[in-house]
């Protein structure tokens, strides 16, 4: 299976701002699309890539200069210490699911197939799409369908879900979207499917939690003047980056020194996000929702 091209591949790297000598981390390998360009303007500088996924393995980059942590980037600050490194000059997150991922039947993340629900990327994580839609109850499940889905109807579907399930549990992708055909909009079921999909892969992964703690982590790794690179795919994960570097909290909640300046660990480099070229777009539609933040370590 291949991974996607990467988004926004020249505009991301060149945000970091490579220094031949500098330390850098790479928390989302996947595909190594970021890491290879990244490596090109090391010397003598180092590059540490993250991966929880075993499927990024075969691609691992065969170079003295990188060091690669088969672990979610959770754990960012551990593994840094454990290489011996105290701060590194930048870091670069691209937060999207590999088309990868999308194009696997086996993984569950797409409702294009069917297969078991699975949505998991660490396969040895012991939490499952299927566990959820067969062991919460109502109430989280609507919850978690608004919150990471944005879904207006959550508490239907939950509703629906729950009644399914008590005559024998919801195995498959195909026996799931069964439930969900009821309450799909005309002409807007793929969109519809995409943001209950994504509710359930958030969930599962743990991405908001994850992502919150690593930005915390970032901000403690990150040497002064250093860079933090991130794309984003959806409002929830953008929201929060946004936030992050504009105030140093999740929920923008602005905190001012005596003389009136927001006290924040980043400040913003692009004042307006960058977003992908019609022309890439064109050659990769995934590029289409892509967001990219850059942000100099204080």
Known sequence: MEYHVPVLLNESVEGLQLKPDGTYVDVTFGGGGHSNEIIKYLKTGRLVAFDQ??????????????IFVNHNFR???NFLR??????????????????????????GFSFRFDGV???????????????????????????MLWEYGELKSSRKLAK???????????????EFTDILAPYLPKYSEHKFLAKVFQAL????????????????????????????????YHSLEDRIVKNFIKTGSFESKIEKDFYGNIIAPFKSVNKKVIIPSDEEIKINNRSRSAKLRIAVKC
């Open 201 to 232: 892969r958030i969930e599962v992964n743990r991405e908001i939690d994850f992502l919150k703690s690593m930005l915390l982590q970032a901000a403690d790794v990150i040497k002064p003047g250093g860079r933090l690179v991130v794309i984003t």
């Open 117 to 143: 629900l699975d949505m998991r990327m660490n396969k040895k994580a012991k939490l499952s799409a299927k566990d959820i839609v067969n062991e919460y109850p109502e109430e989280k499940l609507a919850k």
């Open 82 to 107: 454990y290489h011996e490194i105290d701060k590194v000059d930048g870091l670069l997150a691209d937060l999207g699911v590999s088309s990868h991922h999308f194009d696997d039947p086996e993984r």
């Open 53 to 66: 996924d075993d499927d990024a393995l075969p691609n691992l980059i065969n170079d003295e200069r990188f």
């Open 75 to 77: 754990f960012l600050k």
């Open 160 to 174: 629906a879900i729950v009644a399914a399930r008590v005559d024998k549990n919801i195995s498959t992708i195909k």
